[in-house]
């Protein structure tokens, strides 16, 4: 059960405020009733709810992809008031995180209003595998990046890379690409800490068949149809969200077909083939 407008700002009626507004102006019919107070509540499923006498469709599931950027939480809330997720999407479609990314890390994230969605991406028995891109003071051996493959205990916690790849590396700094598929918190700084090394900048980079690409930092787009049937592969069945939410936050995944923002090799650095 959820209150009539928030049911209409989801709909996209118009924004929870404005179908109060709508609400009091008498317009909206429940199960042929007409509607005035405030508070009431309906199930989606079940009533039907009419504005200006036009029937409006239940809840339609959305699926974004977010470029989170360093010092945004992945939360609804936060009584510090620092900046969250939701403050990047359209404050009246109440996507939940798909996971979570820590306030010091970057890159893709999903946000849905789908939990049998959300339950496919981040549930271990899923295996969906996420890459990250991983800047490390100082030089990464190969023995290193052989134990993450491995598996490595901490705080009594078994945590394992599926793959581990350095990507260029000098006397200061390397970048190794990560790809985890169990999600374990913090897993990737925790994997380094093993080794006593420090994760200066942490992205990631890739969900399952999704790419960050040219997506910037703090804008959102709409997951394809296919990105999505991809991602639900032993779901079939399962409802897809309408790509007709195109608001002026979303940008368009014309750089869908690239890795993302890979942290740049600087001059001097050697660079690595994958496998190392």
Known sequence: MVRLQKFLAQAGIASRRASEVIIGEGRVEVNGQVVTQMGVRVDPLKDVVAVDGKLIQPLSHRYVAVHKPKGVLCTRKDERKRPILGDLLPADWDLKPVGRLDRNSEGL???????????????????????????VAGEVPRRALRQFTRGLEHEGELLRAHKATLVSANHTRSVVELELTEGKNREVRRLFATQKMKVTRLIRVRIGNVKLGELPAGKWRTLTETEIKTLLRKHENHPLTNPRDSPGGQHPASGAGNTGPILGSHRGESQRKPGG
């Open 109 to 135: 994230i999903f946000a849905t209003n789908d939990g049998e969605f959300a339950l496919r991406i981040t549930h271990p028995r899923y295996s969906v595998p996420k890459v990250y891109m991983v800047e």
